[in-house]
């Protein structure tokens, strides 16, 4: 088994997948808050807890359905 490094102060999640860091799958964190359907959310969380990775990689899932399914989305 090879150790797999954490991405520890790492904020960006295409950085985070491109090298490889560990990371747990929070892609359902994504379909609830589709789902959800709010015009604002709020992520409280202590300092040092996800929040900007996880606004990451929302960003980064949205520009690819985008890229993929145009007619979803927008402007």
Do not use: Q
């Not at 990371?23 to 040092?48: Q, S």
């Amino acid at each position: 088994m090879s150790w797999i490094p954490l991405p520890i102060g790492v904020e960006n999640f295409e950085e985070l997948r491109i090298k490889g860091y560990y990371y747990v799958d929070k892609t359902l964190f994504i379909k609830e808050l589709i789902d959800m359907m709010g015009k604002v959310n709020l992520f409280t969380r202590p300092g040092h807890f996800g929040k900007t990775l996880n606004m990451s990689m929302l960003r980064y899932f949205l520009k690819r359905a985008k890229r993929i399914m145009p007619n979803c989305f927008r402007d």
